[in-house]
Structure formats: C-alpha cells, structure tokens
C-alpha cells in the first residue's frame, strides 16, 4: 500500500490543470481520530499528505494489525521515506529494503515489486486503475525479476474488471516491433501525464496507435532517456505529433501547421481559434524538456535514493518572484 503524497509532488502536479494549481491553501493538522465527510472531497484534496500520513498511522495501531489475514504482511509506504511492515501477531518493522524518496506511488510500487521477489515471491498483483501504474509496468516488468506480473484494473465506468498482463505486452513489443518496452515512457510523457501537458485535441491513444504504425521513423525518441536533450530527440517528437494531425501531410513543423490551421479557422469564421491550434515550437520544446525530466525519474524507478534537483534549475521550469 503506497500512500505517497508530498509537497515536492504538488508542486510539479500544480502545473497541471487537472489537478488544480498551486494557489496558497489552509493546511490543517489532522488526528487519525478525526471522522471526515465524505463530502469533504475539496477538504482532502488540499490535505493530501497529512491525510496519507493519518491513514498510515491508523493501519499501524495493533488493534487493526490483529485483524490482518493470517500469513499475510501489509507494507505500509509513504508520505516520508521509510516503510513499516505489518504482520498479525507480529510488532511493527521497518523494512529498510524498501525505503526511497520516491515521489509518486507509481513508481514505489515497482520497487516494491522487484525487492519482495528476495522474499520468494515471484508472482505480483498489483490492483491499479492510474495509466502510469499500467504503463510502469509494461515498460520495466521484465526487469523485476518475477515470474509473473499483473495489473488488475476496474473500470469504473462498466463495472468490469480487467487482468492485464504487463510481461506478455512487453515481450510481444520485442517480439512484434523490435522495440524496447521503455519507450512507452515517452510516448506516455508526451502525450500528457499527471506532471506534463497534454496536446488539446490529440488523445493518447492517437499518439500511441501514430508511433507504432510508423515506429522506425521516430527512432530518435530514444535519445529521451539521454542528458542533456537533444535536438534529435525534439525534432523526433515534433514530427511524431504532426503526425497525429490529419491535415499535417505536407507541413514540416508545427508553427507551419499552426499558422495554415489559423488561416482556415479564420475563413471558416471559428469563433474559438487559439486554444484549437497546436503548440508552438517554443511551447513544444520546453513541454520536451518536462518530458525528459518525468522520463528520467519512471528510468529510475528501481533507484531507491532518485535525489531530484529542485524545479527551478531543472528542464522546462523557472523561478520568478520566488515561485517555480
């Protein structure tokens, strides 16, 4: 159980419209004894990391420990770096093995993954609905070390639950395509996660279905996972969301397109024209720079310790007046 909520992982996800902004909030110190409405939806949303804190205090009171499964250990993570381990009829522990200063959940729960097999578990079911678990997983489950990986995944929406099978996608990859399942981490990252953009009007799964029908042509994504970027890398990126455009055939760039999208719109009398044209190169580029940065730390997942340097001196952020 990954409850990993952080000040350093609110302010990257500031950035993104979906999960709010970074506008100063009330912070309250909350008790584990203390009963929430369920309807206190905003409330939570604004005290994420005391909240994680809260609930894993309340997992590890005896009283809730007595009434774990029998053989069955309950890993506690987050918010801070250490890991408790519970166990019925057992007293707490710390597993040392387990610690990180991994920011996001995703991410420690494929740690946790590779380290439990030294436990001699080599079949791993992790129950997640978040596209980044699911990607995560595909694209470094064959470095964990496990016989078997899955991703139970309930869809919300159809009531259905769905088994995927994170190593069976990735050796078909190799299989079929000749590609290294880590590439999904950039194609991921550039078509909009919890910390970067997403391009008005193009989904991800176009983004994904552009890549493989053509993968050979966007073999410069590769240099994503090198630092610093590079215009190889960009130019490759570039070109892969063009064409994700119907209309881009003959454009070479996106300011190119850009500019004849705006001259239809206009002759079309389009009310709304700005926010219906893709990004400009410069607004591109530094969307790039944030994807290399995410792309780096998914890299590192199995990296206990990923020390990050702060958001205003890293890729595609800046600090004016004291804020990122």
């Not at 909030?25 to 939570?44: P, R």
């Not at 780096?296 to 990923?306: G, K, M, N, V």
Request: with cysteine.
């Amino acid at each position: 159980m990954c409850i990993s909520w952080n000040i350093q992982s609110k302010s990257v996800k500031a950035f993104i419209n979906r999960h709010g902004n970074d506008n100063d909030s009330t912070d309250y110190d909350l008790q584990s004894s203390d009963i929430l409405e369920a309807s206190y939806h905003k409330f939570v949303h604004k005290n994420r990391a005391v909240l994680a804190a809260r609930v894993r205090e309340c997992w590890s009171d005896p009283a809730v420990v007595k009434l774990l499964p029998e053989r069955k250990i309950l890993v506690a993570a987050g918010p801070d770096e250490s890991e408790i381990k519970l166990e019925k009829n057992c007293p707490s522990t710390l597993d040392y093995m387990l610690q990180s200063d991994h920011v996001e959940a995703d991410t420690r729960m494929l740690l946790h993954a590779q380290v439990i097999r030294y436990d001699d578990y080599k079949t791993v079911v992790i129950q997640a609905n978040d596209t980044d678990v699911i990607i995560l997983s595909i694209a470094h489950g064959l470095s964990t070390g496990l016989d078997n990986l899955y991703i139970k995944s309930f869809n919300t929406m159809t009531k259905i639950a769905t088994c995927i099978n994170p190593l069976r996608i990735a050796q078909e990859l190799k299989r079929k395509f000749s590609v290294d399942p880590t590439i999904l981490l950039v194609i991921h990252a550039l078509s909009g996660c919890d910390t970067t953009s997403f391009v008005r009007n193009i989904t991800k799964s176009n983004f994904f279905r552009t890549y493989f029908n053509n993968y050979k042509r966007f073999s410069h994504l590769n240099e994503f996972f090198t630092s610093p970027l590079s215009n190889k890398a960009v130019v490759a990126a570039e070109q892969l969301l063009l064409a994700c455009y119907p209309s881009s055939r003959t454009q070479t760039s996106l300011d190119e397109l850009r500019g004849i999208m705006a001259v239809t719109a206009f002759k079309q009398s389009h009310k709304i024209i700005a926010a219906n044209l893709p990004p400009t190169f410069n607004a591109f580029y530094h969307h790039c720079l944030h994807v290399a940065r995410q792309t780096d730390i998914w890299c590192r997942t199995f990296e206990p310790y990923l020390n990050l340097s702060p958001l205003d001196i890293c890729n595609g952020f800046t600090k004016i007046s004291e804020q990122v």
